[in-house]
């Protein structure tokens, strides 16, 4: 029996580990670790979250991102470096360049894959993901602080 990526399994494309009551959060809670969704593009809704925050904070380049979301030296025996490169690959892109929010569903969707997914999720699905994201006050607001109209997300 072929079992699906936990990642696919969980509608949560980026392994989200448990953390917060999410929109979209599957009502029966059966994985400890990792969040699970509804739909995938809840899944990408928290994600673009995460990462808006991560922007704002100042984690505003691949390296950055990378070396926060998959640290090295963890108790998951990260692969940071092999990682980065994927990602820096996929977009076409130095890993020390400056992510744009704009460009975030792009970049989910390759870290989807490199968690796992493996083609599961598409890039409407993430683009989705933002949009719904782009839909609450609090994201709209950290949207201008970093320059950027939610319209520009899509």
């Known amino acids: 029996m072929n079992r699906k990526p936990r990642n696919v399994e969980n509608n949560n494309p980026l392994n989200i580990k448990e953390s917060a009551d999410w929109t979209g959060e599957r009502l029966l809670n059966l994985d400890a670790t990792f969040e699970e969704f509804k739909t995938p593009e809840h899944g990408f809704r928290a994600g673009f979250i995460i990462l808006l925050q991560y922007l704002e904070r100042g984690d505003n380049t691949i390296n950055t ?15 940071t470096q092999a990682y980065i ?15 744009s929010p704009a460009v975030l569903p792009e970049l989910m969707l390759h870290m989807s894959v490199f968690e796992g997914s493996k083609g599961h999720f598409t890039i409407e699905q993430s683009r989705q993901g933002a949009v719904l994201a782009t839909k609450e006050k609090f994201v709209i607001a950290r949207l201008n602080r ?9």
Do not use: C, F, R
Request: charged share 25%; no cysteine; proline share 5%.
């Open 65 to 79: 991102i990378v070396n926060k979301w998959a640290p090295s030296g963890t108790e998951e025996k990260n692969h």
């Open 85 to 99: 490169d994927y990602v820096a690959g996929k977009m076409q892109m130095s890993p020390s360049e400056y992510v």
């Open 146 to 154: 970093l320059g950027e109209m939610a319209e520009a997300i899509v």
